[in-house]
């Protein structure tokens, strides 16, 4: 922690970078994202089995980006972030949304987050997306800390739902989904926390015409979940965001878990594991499956 | 007041009876108000938190048809909604969900008598439970309420022991409810009820809302609200969950060229489009003026306007946070 | 509805360049196909959003057909290559969510090829007909559980009423 915040001091002291994104404690199982410009506030910086924000949806912003820019120069933007939300920021970096030499990415050997704020991190209490984690270690990172852990065990419940999901018939998994999306109120908190919804206009606000019903009733929501799953199907890096910040606990990382497996079955690809290989969807081979077409 | 005092046994007894005459009854059940079907399911514990979500939603619901239209060559022909609802009960409303009906009454009879809360709000039956936790994000004590407060119950009930509740009857509304059960009723004891509420633990008062009043009028240029909105993500959860926030957005579904609804739908203020104009221009154009907006409607342009705070400290918004923003430390600390 | 009469409507995405004038070469070559299926002429099989599909689902289709130009023949180059890998995944999570694969069928279909054309839409027309009517994603167009289950009848009524899809 205080090699963290040493850094975090000189990088801010040297001008190096505008702003350290990354977590202050709040109480004591739980951390909020904190935007650092003054070096006297990185005694704030923390880093622990709490920090369960992705913070790279940061990096985005455009507010935050324009205080990067000084008169002379173009500062860079250092963030914290777990092995896990590296990848997201290899994700926008690779759909050139931020470029790698503007960013400092500050990052740690990671053995788990706790699923939600306030429970005790352990193999019970473990977020389900650290299960079968490979990436303890980052695969891009400017600095590291922290040492390397044991991931407490646990059992992937995520996983079994999904192989329950495909064995129900369709009418089944229909109704299924139908109860889930049936509790989405449209508050967008899904779309808010992703660091891959950057639009800056998304689908859904547009209104002429009007493709995504704005009404939260069996239609617009049905509409909405699938186009979100849809647009983030071989992109989602799964960080999982989405469904901790759903106030009506909808399990939309199924899905986009469901799509992930798709796009390591069918094309070998893991989202946002390399800064060389294009984007899934945004590039194509001619060597494709062609069973889909008549 | 009318000091009563029922067995738990009793009064799920009532609870079937009110599911057997066809009204609906809302209960908090796994992190939600929900309909019950099966009273059994009914655990009036006083000691859980706020639901997940208020039942906010049952009397503005987060979509209705407000009246369908059909377009001939000539004219436009609408078509009425049919909002003739059931009677709901909820049992064990939080005192902080049950004030807030109350508080939003003021807006939908404001102007304009808005007859789809008023019918039913009218239709609601709310009998308030004591609260006797509270966790580091509530703050009822700091907006004029407390976890034994009354405001907005019809019925107000304080657990005596494990299978006994005192009951307190608030409302005429309440009385003619309770009326035909009157034989589950035992005379009370008022110290008893009295002793039991004076010994609720109060969450501490954070912050005082006349101060914070005078501070929003002062500081709508303060530098805070930058460094606020920097973190904050637009997401508008803090308004979905918020048992009082109200603002709804109007849209036209069509079903075909000739024929359509018309739609009510919850809208947050957090949303950039909340305020996007026509023309393209968005006073509110970046987070920092939205969420000042926030605070300030619920502290300040409310009071103006309704002399009521538009908040119940109920504190859901900032335990749901993706964030981490806590509202009550923001109002707190924003002396310093 | 009595599954002897019941007709399925399906809309087909087709590409300007061949599949539209593959259905023109079937019709001005006296083919006979079903006449169940609407077309709708976009400029590119890669044009066509998924949020198309959903939308015509909304309103009444009971199945959905998506044409375009054969790999390496596209107006554009590449617009079928990337149409190709985003259905695969859009077909793959309808399937997941509970919708049939075969409600939203795909082919290539060059400017020549008015016979594929013809046994094409009566290949999709059998399938869907043999599937019934989708009534899955048809019934929530008047659906209100959002608040009350047991009224939401009174809305549907009222909507059924005035309702008369446009296919």
């Given at each position: 922690m205080k090699e963290l915040r040493e850094h975090a001091k000189e990088l801010l002291e040297k001008g190096e970078v505008s702003a350290v994104i990354g977590y202050s404690q709040v109480s004591e199982k739980r951390t909020k994202p904190i935007i650092v410009t003054?070096?006297?506030?990185?005694?704030?910086l923390v880093f622990n089995e709490y920090c369960l924000n992705n913070l790279a949806v940061y990096l985005t912003k455009a507010r935050i980006k324009v205080s990067c820019r000084t008169k002379d120069k173009t500062l860079k933007l250092a963030v914290t972030a777990k092995p896990c939300d590296v990848h997201s920021v290899v994700a926008l970096i690779q759909e050139n949304q931020i470029h790698r030499e503007d960013i400092h990415i500050i990052s740690f050997n990671c053995h788990g987050v706790a699923k939600d704020f306030g429970f005790e991190f352990s193999g019970d209490n473990i977020a389900s997306k650290c299960i079968n984690c490979e990436t303890h270690k980052p695969l891009y990172f400017d600095k590291i800390f922290g040492e390397e852990k044991e991931t407490p065990k646990a059992s992937d419940d995520a996983m079994e739902r999904i192989q329950e999901i495909e064995r129900m018939s369709h009418q089944e998994r229909f109704e299924f989904f139908k109860n889930e999306f049936?509790?989405?109120?449209?508050?967008y908190a899904c779309r808010a926390v992703c660091p891959l919804c950057y639009c800056q206009r998304c689908i859904t606000d547009k209104t002429i015409p009007r493709w995504i019903e704005s009404s939260s009733h069996m239609r617009g929501n049905f509409a909405w979940n699938i186009v979100r799953a849809f647009h983030l199907s071989g992109r989602c890096t799964g960080c999982g965001e989405c469904e901790r910040a759903c106030p009506v606990d909808i399990p939309l990382s199924l899905l986009n878990r469901r799509m992930a497996i798709k796009a390591k079955k069918s094309f070998s690809y893991v989202s946002g594991r390399s800064l060389e290989t294009p984007t899934l969807v945004g590039s194509f081979n001619e060597k494709d499956n062609d069973e889909l077409f008549m | 007041m009318d000091e009563k005092i029922i067995l738990k046994d009793d009064l799920l007894r009532i609870c079937g009876d009110v599911i057997d005459k066809g009204h609906i009854l809302l209960c908090p059940v796994m992190n939600e108000y929900s309909i019950v079907?099966?009273?059994?399911?009914?655990k009036l514990d006083a000691s859980a938190l706020p639901a997940g979500t208020s039942f906010k939603c049952y009397v503005f619901p987060k979509t209705e048809p407000v009246l369908y239209y059909k377009r001939s060559k000539s004219d436009v022909q609408l078509i009425d909604v049919n909002i003739d609802r059931k009677n709901i009960v909820i049992l064990g409303a939080k005192p902080c969900d049950a004030n807030s009906l109350n508080i939003m009454k003021h807006l939908f009879n404001w102007d304009y008598s808005d007859e789809f809360f008023n019918l039913r709000e009218k239709n609601f039956i709310i009998i308030g439970l004591m609260c006797s936790h509270y966790d580091e994000y509530c703050f009822c004590t700091s907006v004029?309420?407390?976890?034994?407060?009354?405001?907005?119950?019809?019925i107000f009930l304080i657990p005596?022991?494990?299978?006994?509740f005192a009951m307190r009857i608030i409302t005429e509304k309440g009385s003619e409810f309770i009326s035909p059960y009157a034989e589950y009723l035992k005379t009370g004891d008022e110290n008893i009820s009295k002793q039991i509420t004076e010994n609720v633990k109060l969450p501490k008062v954070a912050f005082d809302s006349n101060e914070v009043y005078e501070w929003l009028g002062e500081n709508f240029e303060s530098p805070k609200w930058e460094g606020i909105g920097n973190l904050?993500?637009?997401?508008?959860k803090c308004a979905f969950v918020c048992p009082v926030c109200h603002c709804f957005d109007i849209v036209d579904e069509d079903y075909s060229y000739t024929e359509g609804r018309r739609m009510k739908n919850w809208d947050g203020c957090q949303f950039g489009n909340f305020t996007m104009h026509a023309s393209g221009h968005n006073p509110r154009d970046i987070q920092s003026k939205r969420y000042r907006q926030r605070v300030n409607h619920k502290f300040r342009y409310y009071v103006d306007k309704f002399g009521e705070i538009l908040c119940t400290g109920c504190g859901r918004c900032s335990r749901g946070c993706p964030v981490s923003i806590d509202i009550k430390e923001i109002v707190s600390n924003c002396k310093d | 509805m009595d599954n002897q009469k019941w007709e399925p409507k399906i809309v087909a995405f087709v590409c300007n360049w061949c599949t539209y004038t593959g259905a023109d070469l079937a019709g001005t070559s006296r083919m006979k196909y079903p006449a169940n299926t609407k077309m709708i002429r976009v400029m590119c099989s890669g044009s066509v959003d998924p949020v198309f599909i959903l939308k015509a689902f909304e309103r009444g289709a009971d199945g959905i057909l998506v044409s375009g130009c054969h790999p390496n023949d596209c107006h554009y180059n590449a617009g079928n290559f990337h149409a190709r890998r985003r259905w695969d995944f859009f077909h793959e999570l309808l399937d997941f969510i509970g919708i049939e694969k075969g409600r939203l069928q795909f082919s290539w279909i060059s400017a020549s090829e008015g016979k594929k054309f013809a046994d094409v839409v009566s290949k999709v027309t059998k399938d869907i007909k043999a599937m019934g009517p989708f009534t899955n994603y048809q019934k929530m167009n008047s659906e209100f559980t959002a608040l009350f289950p047991e009224e939401a009848n009174a809305d549907s009524e009222i909507i059924n009423q005035i309702k008369e899809t446009v296919l």
């Open positions: 003054d070096p006297q506030d990185t005694d704030q049936d509790k989405c109120i449209k508050c | 079907k099966d009273f059994s399911r009914i004029d309420s407390s976890p034994v407060s009354e405001k907005g119950s019809d005596v022991d494990e299978n006994k904050c993500l637009s997401c508008a | -």
